[in-house]
């Protein structure tokens, strides 16, 4: 694959993917930066778009949003611009996702852009996550540090986490085009040698709090106040005060019947990991009949959302944190998430065009004209 540098998509989960840092050069040659820096600073002039601005070596942080007078009075050199989620905003952007189809979709996060004058950078850090760093314009220089555990102190003097101690690996200039991919935990550090913009593809990966906070909350909402801890075998106490070992067996049976409910796993996972990373106003009234839609599709044609959130199991399409019943086999279900452009020849089915209905009317499909 050219954005992998030739080698196969196996080879790279195989040898860099969550193990080590890999450099592509020019990996997304000929693919024009989708926004400039312009177009970056307007966005972050806007009160739904999440953006900071970095000074380098100071290590300040301001939030946006921003006006338009903040950056012209920025100095030459020495600062960032970030602007988290601008795939959410420009479809352009989300369009960079394509390159990274042989990874799960619901892996994917959001697509930050940064803007740095020369000298800028976030300084010293690592991230939680796997990211991809494509240079589209400019220089930036990237170095590379150690794998990081919890003993891996930030500094206090700074509200960023900047790491205390960078021992640095390895040096690379990249270039527009260029591509760097960097796994959890491994301290990283970019500094612009000239004005330009890097596009960070990150991906999403809960933590076991998360993970156990989130599922029984789902648990917890759909069980009965009559599944209950349960001793109709109990015996008599000689010790009434003790937690005996037959006590604590009940307690784990009731955890390990929730743990292993594959199912319930199942249709929690597909509604956590597809729920927007912002929140989305949900049109509260259904907007088209079926009968409606097939109409509408005779006179335009249907788009993809690129900024919504799709997965699927047998029977269920998850849609941005809901779960929808259907019964598409399995390949449609594949099929209809990878589509970006639908016309009114659709395969016939009743399953397909009721799924439709229900993502156009929660706006994962949108038509061409309002
Ligand atoms: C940046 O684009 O400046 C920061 C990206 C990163 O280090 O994760
Ligand atoms: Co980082």
Same mark, same amino acid.
């Not at 997304?28 to 739904?48: K, Q, V």
């Not at 500094?155 to 986490?161: C, N």
């Not at 991919?181 to 076991?208: E, K, Q």
């Not at 106003?281 to 959302?305: C, D, K, T, Y």
């Given at each position: 694959?050219?954005?992998?540098?030739?080698?196969?998509?196996?080879?790279?989960?195989?040898?860099?993917w969550?193990?080590?840092?890999?450099?592509?050069?020019?990996?997304?040659?000929?693919?024009?930066?989708?926004?400039?820096?312009?177009?970056?600073?307007?966005?972050?002039? $806007?009160?739904? &778009?999440?953006?900071r601005?970095?000074?380098?070596?100071?290590?300040?942080?301001?939030?946006?949003?921003?006006?338009?007078d903040?950056?012209?009075?920025? %100095?030459?050199?020495?600062?960032?611009?970030? &602007?988290?989620?601008?795939?959410?905003?420009?479809?352009?952007?989300?369009e960079?996702?394509?390159?990274?189809?042989?990874?799960?979709?619901?892996?994917?996060?959001?697509?930050?852009?940064?803007?740095?004058?020369?000298? !800028?950078?976030?300084? %010293?850090?690592? +991230?939680?996550?796997?990211?991809?760093?494509?240079? *589209?314009?400019?220089?930036?220089?990237?170095?590379?540090?150690?794998?990081?555990?919890?003993?891996?102190?930030?500094?206090?003097?700074?509200?960023?986490?900047?790491?205390?101690?960078?021992?640095?690996?390895?040096?690379?200039?990249?270039?527009?085009? +260029?591509?760097?991919?960097?796994?959890? !935990?491994?301290?990283?550090?970019?500094?612009?040698?000239?004005?330009?913009?890097?596009?960070?593809?990150?991906?999403?990966?809960?933590?076991?709090?998360?993970? @156990?906070? +989130?599922?029984?909350?789902?648990?917890?909402?759909?069980?009965?106040?009559?599944?209950?801890?349960?001793?109709?075998?109990?015996? $008599?106490?000689?010790?009434?005060?003790?937690?005996?070992?037959? +006590?604590?067996?009940?307690? #784990?049976? *009731?955890?390990?019947?929730?743990? !292993?409910?594959?199912?319930?796993?199942?249709?929690?996972?597909?509604?956590? *990991?597809? $729920?927007?990373?912002?929140?989305?106003?949900? %049109?509260?009234?259904?907007?088209?009949?079926?009968?409606?839609?097939? *109409?509408?599709? $005779?006179?335009?044609?249907?788009?993809?959302? @690129?900024?919504?959130?799709?997965?699927?199991?047998?029977g269920?399409?998850?849609?941005?944190g809901?779960?929808l019943?259907?019964?598409?086999?399995?390949?449609?279900?594949?099929?209809?998430? #990878?589509?970006?452009?639908?016309?009114?020849?659709?395969?016939?089915?009743?399953?397909? @065009?009721?799924?439709?209905?229900?993502? &156009?009317?929660?706006?994962?499909?949108?038509?061409?004209?309002?």
């Amino acid at each position: 694959m050219k954005v992998l540098g030739g080698i196969s998509a196996q080879a790279f989960l195989n040898r860099y993917w969550q193990k080590s840092p890999y450099l592509v050069r020019q990996a997304f040659a000929g693919i024009p930066a989708p926004i400039d820096g312009d177009d970056l600073a307007g966005l972050a002039t $806007e009160a739904d &778009v999440e953006s900071r601005l970095v000074t380098a070596n100071s290590w300040q942080l301001r939030h946006g949003p921003f006006f338009e007078d903040d950056f012209a009075q920025l %100095p030459e050199q020495d600062w960032t611009l970030l &602007v988290q989620a601008v795939d959410q905003w420009i479809p352009e952007v989300a369009e960079l996702f394509e390159h990274f189809r042989f990874l799960p979709a619901w892996r994917l996060d959001d697509i930050m852009v940064s803007y740095a004058a020369p000298g !800028g950078g976030v300084g %010293p850090h690592f +991230d939680q996550y796997d990211v991809f760093l494509i240079q *589209m314009e400019g220089k930036r220089e990237w170095r590379i540090g150690q794998d990081c555990t919890e003993n891996d102190d930030c500094r206090e003097d700074t509200e960023l986490s900047i790491l205390s101690e960078f021992h640095e690996q390895e040096r690379w200039v990249l270039e527009p085009g +260029d591509m760097l991919y960097i796994p959890p !935990g491994v301290a990283h550090w970019g500094t612009a040698l000239t004005p330009g913009l890097t596009f960070s593809i990150g991906f999403r990966a809960p933590s076991t709090a998360e993970v @156990l906070t +989130d599922f029984s909350h789902y648990l917890a909402d759909k069980s009965s106040e009559f599944e209950r801890y349960q001793d109709a075998d109990l015996k $008599e106490r000689q010790k009434p005060f003790a937690l005996m070992p037959a +006590d604590i067996d009940r307690v #784990q049976q *009731m955890l390990q019947e929730v743990a !292993g409910d594959r199912t319930a796993i199942a249709q929690w996972f597909g509604r956590y *990991m597809t $729920e927007p990373k912002y929140d989305r106003p949900v %049109p509260e009234e259904p907007l088209f009949s079926q009968q409606e839609l097939i *109409m509408e599709l $005779e006179r335009h044609a249907l788009h993809r959302n @690129l900024a919504s959130r799709l997965a699927y199991v047998p029977g269920t399409l998850f849609i941005n944190g809901e779960a929808l019943d259907t019964t598409l086999p399995e390949q449609d279900l594949e099929w209809l998430c #990878q589509q970006k452009i639908l016309s009114s020849n659709l395969p016939d089915s009743k399953a397909l @065009l009721a799924l439709l209905t229900e993502l &156009v009317n929660r706006d994962a499909f949108y038509f061409d004209e309002p």
